[in-house]
């Protein structure tokens, strides 16, 4: 894969199928419009491959109604402008927008009655975001709205912004309805979340911060609101954070939630929880199964919930018993995922549809059961992956994987380290892996400890000893994929983004000899600074490093930087809030002054996520850059 080739890509999406109505939506990165362009696709269940349902710039997330006999998605009808949401005729016919606000629409989530929807949507308050103030007709422009009276430490998130100013509100709608306009359910207050019709139709189910956001907190719970109107009541009281609410026939619900106190709450495994209306019940046990909620919300089903769960860098579909009581992830059906990642996932009945993603194939739609029903994957030549397996210097079981180029070699090798760092590398599409791979590199993938789907106790490993036992880890799958006659181990590079920055500098200034060139962006640096300026930094710092500053100084890169001598390049986004710009700039300067080759790379008017979800046209610059970097210093 070239990075010309990121244009090529139809990345299969969301899912949802009621009988033989199968609906998926694609995303293809338009690199010279700049722009992310999708629509919805229909797939048959006897084969034939998909075939184009709708035709806007960018149609996403498709949901049935019960009845069969609707479908309401988000439509962005005009490029730069939010999502909205619309319906259309399951049959076909013309879409007809339900919702015009201002900041857009989340997912649309279908009641009982096939009638009404239910969506939340952040709201500004007057003289923000185009809103203008109460008596005039236009907005202040940006840089002349009033400031900002900020006295909470949560007062923003990476790739949204502002959070106080504009929380998420509950809507409905009736959808059926030409003349309905959208009825709010939740004051502004507070945000709410994940919205879900109870079985009746009479309530909704949300997710909010504890005690519906009064203070500060790590925690969120469930709460219910009439959904004719009312005041939300607390519905279940978590056990540390609440996500993905899914009600039940018999009137309770099942989640997925940690299980945490206070800033203890990473690196911890997502659970299955079902709440009866009486009792709290986790469902699956709490060191082997983690459940992975970007893959969609749990499914109930009449043999058991569909939940997708991380194991040693799968994502797999498992079901889980409704009667279980804390059930490890041997005692749970696999379904789809082996050795693949499990997208999204949707059921009707019998029927079970997920999108399946392997290293050479960006997802293909596939019935559960049988097999693929698309070929969406098959575009872009893309190279396998060989897994890789060993000990660390203390015995401890590493597992990672390799993306070869093709030829016989010996060939570069590019040491990739993954952010999080409960995150992981694994069997799924990785555009950076392939593009590296075409252009002649051998890829190392290493899953160190502290990455996720090896146990939470994996996960929790690194949590006060941030540059130990994780870099014993990473070089340790390292020597095994440098033991191949294949691999030239005079001509290794290391990069890595947010967490693998991290590492990327913390193994260039400890362990150099081995490298001659690093690539660092996104990254954490230096734990004081962080604290203070990243949207996470007020908990995750003493999360991970604990409350001494001592110790926060001991696992900075930035504390080592008079030891890097190789030539390094820093590259970040302008508007990355996570791990903010000065996390780059002060690196930068350091290693300016000691007189080291290094060079910065500012992305303008992005955020954390440029490689994954950043401007098209900056992705494909991006790779150009890094691929002029390896080309100069591993040729």
Known sequence: MRPDDLQQLTVPGSLAVRGDLVLVNTTTPDVTANAYRGGLHRVPLDGGGARRWTWAERDLAPRISPDGRWVAFLRVAERGKPPQVHVMPADGGEARKLTDLRLGAGVPVWAPDSRRLAFTSRVPEAGRYGEPLAGEDE??????????????????????????????????????????????????????????????????????????????????????????????????????????????PDGGVVFFGTEATGVHAVARNHGLWRFDGTDLVRLTDTETVDCEKGAGAPVPTASGVLVAVRNRGAVELRRVPLDADGARLVDLELLAGERAEVKSFAADGDVVVAVVTTPDNTGEVVLVGSGPLTDFGSAVPLRPAVELTGESADGYPVHGWLVLPEGEGPHPVVLAVHGGPFMYHGWGFFDEAQVYAAAG?????????????????????????????????????????????????????????????FMTTWLAAHHGERFRAAWSERAVNAWDSFSGSSDIGWFFTEAYCGPDPEAHRAMSPLTYAEKISMPFMVAHSEHDWRCPLEQAQRLFVALRRNGVEAEMLVFPGEGHELTRTGKPRHRAQRFDHVLSWWARHLA
């Open 441 to 501: 590199y051998a890829v190392v993938l290493p899953n160190p400890r502290g990455s996720a789907g090896y146990g939470q106790a994996h996960g929790q490993a690194v949590i006060g000893r941030f540059g130990t036992v994780d870099v014993d880890d990473v070089l340790a799958v390292l020597d095994v994929a440098l033991a191949r006659p294949d691999l030239d181990a005079e001509r290794v590079g290391v990069m890595g983004g947010s967490y693998g920055g």
């Open 139 to 248: 907005a202040p422009k940006p840089d002349a709205e009033a400031p900002r009276h900020i006295t909470r430490l949560d007062y923003r998130v990476d790739d949204v912004g502002f959070t106080g100013d504009r929380h998420a509100r509950l809507f409905t709608v009736d959808a059926l309805d030409p003349a309905a306009s959208p009825v709010q359910l939740t004051d502004g207050s507070f945000s709410a979340a994940d919205p879900t019709w109870t079985a009746d139709g009479e309530h909704l189910v949300f997710v909010a911060d504890r005690d519906l956001g009064r203070v500060e907190t790590l925690h969120s719970d469930l709460y219910r609101v009439p959904a004719a109107g009312g005041e939300p009541t607390l519905l279940v009281r978590s056990a540390g954070s609440a996500f993905c609410p899914v009600a039940l």
